[in-house]
């Protein structure tokens, strides 16, 4: 019997870090130790030297992400490969790449929040999702907030629909007091900090993080500084304009510096790790840091809860009065926050990158019978 060809598109790793190319790129890895003989071609843009695989086939393809006609370039490019099945990570298929398409939707947050994005990410994103959801035999989701998204906004049948959640990377737990103090040092930290970790944009909710920041210092006057730790994304410059007009200049760090290797370090260090989102797909920062002992403070909107479970406190997004209260227990109750790092530890310890791929692999079986 024929070996299926399974082919995963992986050109977004060259453009992009973190988010969908960590999902990418983990994925990669443990389809590599789960199906050693497989027969699987990774397709990497033609610009990217590095390799992904050590076992799977490389293939570099020449159309663009989030091209125009990305989808009938891809086509093209397709039909010489007689996949089987082709895994679109980042949600958008060719017209036809494979006798069976299966996708993955991180979030519907373009949906949801179209005011956040650019003109040119609302008429990629927005245009083309009815008919990548359409067009899929299968569909792999971050979580079940995003799996009930699709169902509720686009009429996706559940049964179409299998949640995978994500893996924490096995670099991200508790480091010992040595290294600790070389991080911080080398990075000028502060002694102590509250850490948020993402894009700075508006549907992070960093606005409202700073609101409820004015408010925790006007309570609490030795709160320790806000770290920012992130690139810069859309409306950033009015974020940082509201910030000065908050009179935060000297309490705000706004760190753009930040390897991926050192933010171990980072969540190690930080006192309390807030993420007040609007609205995420699953959300690595909490799940990073409770693997590294530092309790999480996080929306209580969309995919968020279903990361953290009872750890830590969950907040409402627009509320900064109640995001003030939870920076305050967080930053002073010592004994409830002894009690959320070692749950927050047994927690993160559940979420791995091999069931991640095992979940993938059966999708990949059920779609080809």
């Not at 009930?148 to 179409?160: Q, Y």
């Not at 930040?258 to 969540?267: N, T, V």
């Not at 227990?329 to 927690?347: H, I, K, S, V, Y």
Request: glycine fraction near 4%.
């Amino acid at each position: 019997m024929r070996m299926s060809h399974i082919g995963i598109d992986a050109r977004l790793t060259y453009y992009r870090t973190g988010g969908i190319s960590t999902y990418i790129r983990k994925l990669i890895t443990w389809l590599e130790r789960l199906e050693p003989n497989g027969r699987f071609t990774v397709f990497h843009s033609r610009k990217a030297r590095e390799s992904l695989v050590t076992r799977f086939q490389r293939a570099a393809l020449w159309t663009p992400c989030h091209h125009r006609w990305e989808r009938l370039a891809l086509t093209a490019e397709f039909a010489r490969f007689r996949l089987d099945l082709l895994h679109s990570p980042d949600f958008i298929p060719p017209r036809r790449g494979a006798r069976r398409h299966i996708i993955t939707v991180h979030d519907l947050s373009f949906l949801h929040f179209p005011q956040y994005l650019t003109a040119e990410s609302r008429r990629y994103y927005n245009g083309q999702i009815e008919t990548a959801v359409r067009q899929a035999d299968h569909i792999l989701t971050d979580s079940e907030a995003t799996k009930a998204d699709l169902v509720t906004i686009l009429d996706v049948p559940a049964e179409k629909i299998t949640v995978h959640l994500l893996g924490v990377d096995e670099n991200f737990r508790p480091l010992p007091p040595a290294a600790l103090d070389e991080a911080r040092a080398r990075l000028r930290l502060p002694q102590s900090y509250i850490l948020f970790v993402g894009t700075f944009e508006p549907r992070k909710n960093i606005a409202g993080l700073l609101e409820a920041y004015h408010l925790l210092l006007s309570q609490m006057h030795d709160a320790p500084p806000l770290v920012l730790v992130g690139q810069r994304g859309w409306l950033f410059d009015e974020t940082q304009e509201m910030a000065d007009a908050l009179g935060l200049q000297d309490r705000v760090l706004w760190r753009e510096d930040i390897s991926a290797a050192d933010l171990p370090a980072l969540y190690n260090l930080a006192a309390v790790l807030v993420l007040p989102s609007h609205y995420e797909g699953f959300g690595f920062p909490p799940l990073e840091a409770m693997a590294c002992g530092t309790v999480p403070v996080v929306s209580s909107r969309s995919s968020l809860p279903e990361v953290v479970g009872d750890v830590g406190l969950q907040i409402d997004p627009d509320d900064p009065a109640a995001l003030a209260a939870a920076l305050c227990r967080a930053l002073t109750d010592q004994p409830w926050r002894a009690a959320m790092r070692e749950a927050g530890l047994a927690r993160a310890a559940s979420f791995t990158w091999e069931r991640t791929a095992r979940t993938a692999l059966a999708a990949y079986q059920t779609a080809l019978q």
